[in-house]
């Protein structure tokens, strides 16, 4: 099972602090406790009161929130709780132990095209999912069952999920203008009805990238980890804002050149070339001065 990390994120209010896991904590439930007694079905909130400066707690999704009273500043005491809930989740603690059924919440989802004509990108006002998913299949979608779902449409070709939103890729036998609304419609009803959008073993098994592709941060020489780091800052959120990502793959220092995986409307895109050579190589070469010359797609 993948292991749960915390990071620390700030606020605009300085007495609270966010605590983000990279898995869901809840199942479309939101939960505030104000003190040890009102957090009786929530054993990691009553761990937390047991910290003198804990306020109130505020658990949804994939974060805890925290806020604190005036006696400590968060600087000195937020890298301990991160720890301290990161052990707690790693040691198969329960967050909430309220069996209740999830309430309807009102979502909205709206479409918006994308550079890639087969592929379209709907939008959800709340977060779906907390890592990128790409399945090329119904095989691939085996524990996403909002995807496996999708699949049942005969004209559904691929599925990206990323943050708030799904980008679906469509076979030619059908317009956009035909099933636009369909879909639409269908996502917003899966999601207000909160069942459940990926497994918990999609994060280990079904990650963004498929087995063999990712690269540990650690096994990176000092030039692909600016690399990394510029396409996660200047690039990632460009090309998600059209339903897609870019996964960094290689360097070869000696052909100066980066190897890319795209994902999402960016597979396969008409334009995804155009992007590469114009848009992400001319940056890499002007922001790295020249220790990198060629942007490739491995699959595209």
């Given amino acids: 099972m993948k292991k749960t990390t915390i990071a620390i994120r700030p606020t605009t209010n300085p007495a609270i602090v966010k605590f983000e896991a990279n898995t869901f904590l809840t199942k479309q ?13 929530s054993p990691l909130a009553q ?16 974060f805890i929130a925290v806020e604190r009273y005036d006696i400590v500043d968060w600087k000195d005491v937020q890298d301990q709780v991160a720890e301290q809930i990161e052990a707690y989740l790693n040691n198969n603690g ?4 309220a069996k209740e059924s999830p309430k309807k919440v009102p979502v909205s989802v709206y479409a918006e095209s994308t ?9 959800a006002n709340k977060k779906l999912v907390v890592a990128p998913y790409e ?18 449409f005969p004209f ?22 035909d099933i636009t609304m369909e879909l639409r419609e269908f996502i917003r009803s899966y999601i207000e009805e909160g069942k459940e959008i990926v497994e918990d073993l999609a994060m280990a098994e079904v990650n963004a990238v498929k087995k063999g592709q990712a690269i540990s941060a650690e096994d990176l020489d000092d030039t692909s980890k600016e690399i990394v780091s510029i396409l996660e800052e200047h690039v990632k959120p460009a090309v998600a804002s059209d339903g897609g990502n870019i996964v960094f793959q290689s360097f070869d220092e000696e052909s ?18 155009f992007t590469l050579k114009n848009g992400i190589e001319t940056m890499l070469r002007e922001m790295l001065q020249g220790k990198v010359m060629h942007v490739e797609a491995i699959n595209g």
């Fill in 156 to 177: 559904v070709k691929e599925v990206f999920m990323d943050e708030n939103y799904v980008s679906i890729a469509k076979f030619d036998m059908a317009e956009w203008n």
């Fill in 29 to 41: 439930q939101s939960f505030e406790f104000h003190n040890i007694d009102e957090a009786k079905d």
């Fill in 115 to 123: 550079p890639n004509p087969s592929v379209m990108r709907f939008v």
């Fill in 47 to 62: 761990q937390l009161f047991y910290l003198p400066f804990v306020k109130t707690i505020y658990i949804s999704g994939n």
């Fill in 256 to 273: 100066k050149t980066v190897k890319v995986i795209l994902q999402g409307a960016c597979s396969g895109c008409p334009s995804s070339t």
């Fill in 135 to 152: 399945f090329k299949n119904i095989d691939d979608a085996k524990h996403a069952p909002l995807a496996i779902q999708l699949f049942h």
């Fill in 94 to 97: 329960e967050v909430v132990t």
